[in-house]
């Protein structure tokens, strides 16, 4: 099942609180970049139907990477945040709840790696960095979990 093409993107685009970097302008000028290729490739038809998107099929493919991943991505172990992060948000971008009981495991999962000194770790025994505590935090946004503990992020 392919997935309707959507002709208004301003659900998806960066929210930035009203506070504006020149992150946050970067990101603007590659969202509208994007959008003007993304709306010349909707106006040839035929086009449009070389890229179907079969939903259904990503979806399956994403809950099974969030459960549990195959050997091959043993050499990410340190990056475990960053794949619940991309999974989780891809999840979301295709419209799909993650039931309540997987939730409860990925905040379990981040609390086991979240130093007492701050930061996340990439996984258990491993050292925090801001890498790894930026894939942490934004996956735990997605999902709007109240796993962070915020005082430890802070110094002293």
């Known amino acids: 099942m392919a997935l309707a093409l959507e002709k208004d993107f301003s659900c998806l685009r960066l929210q930035t609180d009203n506070v ?11 969202e509208e970049s994007v959008e003007n290729i993304f709306r010349a490739c909707l ?38 945040p960053w794949l619940c992060y ?3 948000h ?13 939730q409860l495991r990925i905040k379990e999962f981040f609390a086991t790696v979240q130093s007492d000194s701050g930061g996340f770790c990439g996984n258990i025994g491993h050292l925090p960095h801001l890498a790894t505590t930026y894939a942490a935090v934004s996956a735990i946004a997605s999902l709007d979990l109240t796993t962070v ?4 992020l802070l110094p002293g």
């Open 20 to 30: 504006d970097t020149q992150t946050s302008a970067d990101q603007r000028h590659v």
């Open 43 to 80: 106006a040839r038809p035929r086009l449009k139907d070389t890229f179907p998107l079969h939903k259904v099929r990503h979806i399956t493919y994403l809950k099974r990477g969030l459960c549990q991943l195959s050997e091959n991505f043993e050499c990410l172990d340190a990056s475990r």
């Open 86 to 88: 991309w999974i989780v």
């Open 90 to 102: 891809s999840l979301n971008l295709l419209g799909d709840k993650i039931p309540d009981a997987q």
């Open 149 to 152: 503990d915020r005082s430890a």
